[in-house]
């Protein structure tokens, strides 16, 4: 496995560190956040257009540019640096992967181009509450005659009020566990489907709540084999999780950006603050949270990378649940510490309107719960740990 990015990667990484300092300003993100959808269309068209990023990770046969997963991770860690207001998570990190790995090859060419080309949005709903495992899918499907019935609540999905397909996830009535799940893909302006946006703390990234009222699909709509859709739904949540662990680097390496910028303009005692040595202290200790969320990202990539490639390296590809538990609990927690450092180095300004750090800070507490907070992955890892034990 290569640690070393190649000169392509490193110029996808700059491209996108330079653009999006350039279109995600702190005023954009704020009128981004605030208007009707959520997000800067015309900029989202800009990303679909301009820099074929929704297609990236999709194959060529499909319409898409062929790369990787690791090309991927570059470009969310610079959109969580921005705090991108957009609709390219739920729809490249979670419906995306789902297709690939999952959605059978006329399914495949029907969707994905669509998704490459930046004229349709996706996303993944599959819990109603807060949890997050096979116990938290508790909407129901039937099978009524070649097709399936679908009722049921979804909560906190990812630009649901606004993605324009939906992957769903529903479990036949009185199975429990992992057992009896199947998953769908679903157009979101189907009969029956009621979508209601929730307002939560952190702006910048919108949920939704949504209502499916026995809603009627055809047998095409089956993603796999029904009533196998856990061991189906898993992976894809795992490479989600890995998506997500990049973006919270980003979100932390700007955090301690944004704490150094400020500590070398504020004066005290005559002297910038960024030259007391408990300052010093803090922000090493920052730096230090950083580096190791960005390692764990980019190791829990590699090994994504593996299990996306049709060719890819088996062996790699089975530490997929331990990676992506270890960067998403890793990068929770890094995130977390980096955003709260950054309020308490700004002083009373730090909670302002006026100042960024509010909107890292809400960013990170909202990305630590999603997918599972970071000691629920830790109990996972600790488990596939002993699970490997002789």
């Known amino acids: 496995m290569e640690f070393a990015f190649s000169d392509e990667q490193e110029m996808i990484r700059s491209s996108a560190e330079g653009f999006l300092a350039d279109v995600c300003t702190s005023n954009a993100t704020r009128a981004a956040m605030s208007s009707a959808r959520g997000y800067d269309e015309n900029l989202w ?24 997963f690791v090309e991927l991770t570059l470009l969310l860690e610079q959109m969580g640096r921005r705090l991108l207001c957009s609709p390219f998570f739920a729809t490249a990190c979670l419906a995306t992967p789902a297709l690939l790995l999952h959605a059978n090859p006329t399914q495949k060419s029907h969707w994905l181009p669509r998704i490459a080309e930046g004229s349709l949005t996706a996303t993944l709903a599959y819990t109603r509450g807060s949890g997050w495992g096979a116990d938290d899918i508790q909407a129901t499907v039937s099978k009524e005659g070649d097709g399936f019935v679908l009722d049921g609540l979804y909560g906190q999905v990812i630009d649901g009020d ?70 189906a739904l898993e992976p894809v949540l795992q490479l989600a999780c890995i998506g997500l662990a990049a973006e919270q680097t980003g979100g932390a390496q700007q955090s301690l950006d944004l704490s150094v910028a400020y500590m070398q303009e504020r004066q005290q005692f005559g002297r910038p603050i960024a030259s007391f040595q408990a300052i010093k202290h803090r922000a090493a200790d920052m730096m230090l949270q950083v580096e ?99």
Not at 174 to 194: D, K, M, R
Request: aromatic share 10%.
């Open 45 to 68: 068209q800009r990303l679909c257009n301009e820099m074929c990023w929704p297609a990236l990770h999709i194959p060529e046969t499909y319409g898409g540019l062929g790369l990787g």
């Open 162 to 231: 606004t993605a324009d397909l939906l992957i769903i996830a529903a479990r036949t009535p009185a199975s429990h566990g992992e057992e009896g799940i199947s998953l769908f893909v679903v157009e979101a302006a189907n009969p029956g489907i009621e979508r209601q946006w929730l307002p939560t703390m952190d702006q910048t990234r919108r949920l939704a709540r949504l209502h499916f009222n026995r809603v009627y699909l055809g047998p095409d709509a089956l993603l796999g084999q029904a009533g196998e859709g856990w061991q």
């Open 292 to 390: 190791c969320a960005r390692s764990a990202s980019y190791y829990a990539a590699c090994v994504a990378q593996e299990v996306l490639d049709p060719e890819g390296d088996a062996q790699v590809a089975r530490e997929l649940p331990l990676a992506a538990a270890l960067a998403k609990a890793q990068c929770s927690q890094a995130y977390f510490h980096c955003a709260q450092e950054s309020i308490q180095l700004h002083g009373g300004v730090g909670f302002t309107w006026e100042y960024d750090p509010h909107l890292y800070f809400k960013r990170a507490r909202a990305s630590e719960s999603y997918l599972g907070a970071p000691a629920w992955h830790l109990e996972r890892i600790a488990s596939l740990i002993i699970g490997e034990q002789p």
